[in-house]
């Protein structure tokens, strides 16, 4: 059994930051890729950002340039640090991981970004 665990998610103002944290914890045995999404009300879910296992980045145009992922292979754990915040940004954001057993999502932490 895989869980992970997100954490600093919160309200925040247009222009601030916040830096989310997403920890995994059992049965691991290899963790490939980690990656962080995002679901605003009525919407999809859409990725935001993602890590390779040798540290290789992506983002989509809308947040290129204002977060940035990064992951602690020691401590199984990925982050997310959002910059330059916008109320767009506003949405419950996940955490996603690839290992060889299966792919796991975290339960969710809700950002909100006020005008």
């Known amino acids: 059994q895989v869980q992970l665990v997100e954490s600093g998610g919160g309200l925040v103002q247009a222009g601030g930051s916040l830096r989310l944290s997403c920890a995994a914890s059992g049965s691991i045995f290899s963790v490939n890729a980690m990656g962080w999404y995002r679901q605003a009300p009525g919407k999809q879910r859409e990725l935001v950002a993602i890590i390779s296992s040798s540290g290789d980045t992506n983002y989509p145009d809308s947040v290129k340039g204002r977060f940035t992922i990064s992951r602690d292979n020691a401590k199984n754990t990925v982050y997310l640090q959002t910059n330059s915040l916008k109320p767009e940004d506003t949405g419950v954001y996940y955490c996603?991981?690839?290992?060889?057993?299966?792919?796991?999502w975290g339960q969710g932490t809700q950002v909100t970004v006020s005008s």
């Open positions: 996603r991981i690839w290992t060889r057993a299966g792919v796991y």
